[in-house]
């Protein structure tokens, strides 16, 4: 069983928007952050945004101002808004959940199969 199913990619113009979607399915255990990653080609995947417990949000500078991240914690679920996309923006976009420690440490990572977001026109 998948853990983390993502839905939402696809192809889309320069300047549109795109909302991705995440679910923790049931195998999945505690969490308590949630986050998107992404994956261009030749690139390192990296870190677009991520909501902890508390409202505790970041985001990803190339970002800021454009995305927006959500989480329903009881439901486990997890979006990514994304407004005023560029072929920046191009890339394989993996949903993310665990559960992190006070010290910083990360138990039970899951991830999702990812979903292709390409911007162009």
């Known amino acids: 069983q998948v853990p983390l199913v993502e839905s939402g990619g696809g192809l889309v113009q320069p300047g549109g928007s795109l909302r991705l979607s995440c679910a923790a399915s049931r195998g999945v255990g505690s969490i308590n952050i949630m986050a998107w990653y992404r994956q261009a080609p030749g690139k390192q995947r990296e870190l677009v945004a991520s909501?902890?417990?508390?409202?505790?949000?970041k985001y990803a500078d190339s970002v800021k101002g454009r995305f927006a991240i959500s989480r329903d914690a009881v439901k486990r679920t997890v979006d990514l808004q994304m407004n005023s996309l560029t072929s920046e923006d191009t890339a394989v976009y993996y949903c993310?959940?665990?559960?992190?420690?006070?010290?910083?440490?990360?138990?039970?990572?899951?991830w999702g199969q990812g979903t292709q977001v390409t911007v162009s026109s």
């Open positions: 993310y959940a665990a559960w992190l420690d006070v010290d910083g440490s990360t138990r039970f990572p899951y």
């Open positions: 909501d902890l417990d508390g409202g505790l949000r």
